[in-house]
């Protein structure tokens, strides 16, 4: 996300994040850890044929969390995430998947066979949204009747109008996934997406959203891996800085200040034993600590 909305090309953060998803892919050639198999398809050709080769892959692996340490971790974690609501939505026949921030996601298109009716909207910015089009078609990859591309910039436009114009349907059940985006905003922005989604219609619609806690410079060496992250963000992604931040322990009160009720929330260590350990119970490895995952409906049921 662009600071102060200014953005006139792709997302740099929607790339790093479909890198660190195409090495997952290659690396643990699995389900559980690296299932992103079309993340590859939305990178530079030299990405591409570089990444084909295990010594580099591990000498990019290094650099990148040396950088930002836990970071690949927590993407493979948070891919395994969202990839289980994006799929549970689907098989529940869920009306509606709203990705708020879709950047390079590639649920829509792995997952394909499995949508039987569920709209799908992918909303982002007008110049990520545009390459993520020309990669879809230089992979040969038809975008399914049900996608629906969105246009927009969320620190400026209401979510609300985009959204209907695009032929959102606020009566029907709908799985809104805001992926790597919460932090990326500035509160009123947060505040706004999250009252649309609190007086959405259908009682069963919900929100899950993964957000970073506040920290103190005093407490900062107590979590993994968060002075190196901030300092690297401060230094080399000045455009896209972190504004958001829920302090620890208040998520379940800041959700009910703006009409959600929260249904799941994972810590880091909760997210690590979630999703991190392997086929021997051993953990692959830790994430960056602040991260956080939250799942919340609307708090109180429309009279009938």
Not at 26 to 48: I, N, Q, T
């Amino acid at each position: 996300m662009p600071k102060n909305g200014v953005e006139q090309k792709p997302s740099e953060t929607a790339m790093f994040a479909a890198i660190r998803r195409a090495i997952a892919n290659k690396e643990y050639k699995s389900e559980k850890f690296g299932p992103d198999y079309m993340a590859e398809f939305f990178l530079p050709a030299h990405f591409k044929f570089f990444l084909r080769f295990k010594k580099i892959r591990a000498i990019t692996n290094n650099k990148l969390n040396s950088f930002l340490p836990g970071l690949n971790e927590y993407m493979i974690a948070r891919t395994a995430y969202f990839d289980s609501l994006f799929v549970n939505a689907l098989n529940s026949k869920t009306a509606q998947i709203v990705l708020l921030g879709a950047g390079y996601d590639s649920r829509a298109y792995r997952f394909a066979k499995s949508n039987l009716g569920t709209t799908v909207f992918e909303l982002d910015i007008a110049p990520t949204q545009d390459k993520k089009m020309e990669c879809l078609r230089k992979a040969r990859i038809s975008i399914p009747k049900h996608v629906t591309f969105v246009p927009i910039d969320f620190n400026k436009e209401p979510l609300k109008d985009a959204l209907e114009k695009a032929g959102y349907k606020s009566h029907q059940k709908t799985l809104f996934i805001w992926e790597g985006v919460s932090y990326y905003l500035d509160a009123k922005s947060v505040d706004s997406t999250l009252e649309f989604v609190s007086h959405a219609s259908h009682h069963e619609s919900a929100i899950a959203f993964d957000y970073t806690i506040s920290i103190s410079e005093e407490n900062i060496d107590e979590y993994y891996g968060v002075k190196d992250f901030a300092k690297t963000m401060a230094e080399r992604h000045e455009n896209e800085e972190l504004m958001f931040s829920i302090d620890e322990g208040e998520t379940e009160l800041f959700l009910e200040q703006r009409g959600l009720r929260m249904i799941n929330h994972l810590d880091n260590q909760e997210i690590e034993g979630t999703f991190l350990l392997d086929e021997n119970g051993s953990l692959i490895g830790q994430i960056t600590g602040h991260f956080r995952f939250v799942m919340a409906t609307p708090e109180e049921t429309p009279k009938k």
